[in-house]
């Protein structure tokens, strides 16, 4: 589905299936029914940050980049929420900035 350094230019939801997330020759995690993949290169511009394999046949839905990152960085909530969901992809303290993009002021 991924590859690992490839150019992100969508997001995916997951309808239907299974599939492992790696990084680096090691599994991350699966995913399955209800979860996503692909938002960190989508909100922070760098490169696929791992390799998605389809471990069971999938059903998938995907969203451009420009409308998901519209629709997550359109709201304060729904973007402080992604970056949520991008430190604990990464398993990093804190998620530095991207060029462009501007911190979440809390409400």
């Known amino acids: 589905m991924i ?3 490839g150019r992100g230019d969508r997001y995916y939801a ?3 299936g299974e599939l492992a997330i790696s990084r680096g020759g090691q599994l991350r995690q699966t995913v399955s029914r209800g979860d ?13 940050q ?9 059903l998938l839905y995907s969203l451009e980049k420009e409308l998901f990152v519209e629709t997550v960085t359109g ?6 929420a992604a970056r ?14 991207s060029d462009g993009e501007t911190p979440v002021r809390e409400e």
């Open 3 to 5: 590859k690992e350094g």
């Open 14 to 16: 997951v309808a239907d």
């Open 50 to 58: 791992a390799i998605v394999t389809a471990v069971t046949d999938t």
């Open 36 to 48: 996503g993949f692909g938002e960190i290169a989508l909100i922070r511009e760098v490169p696929r």
């Open 75 to 80: 709201h304060a909530s729904a973007s402080s």
């Open 84 to 97: 949520t969901v991008i430190v604990r992809h990464m398993g990093e303290a804190k998620a530095p900035l």
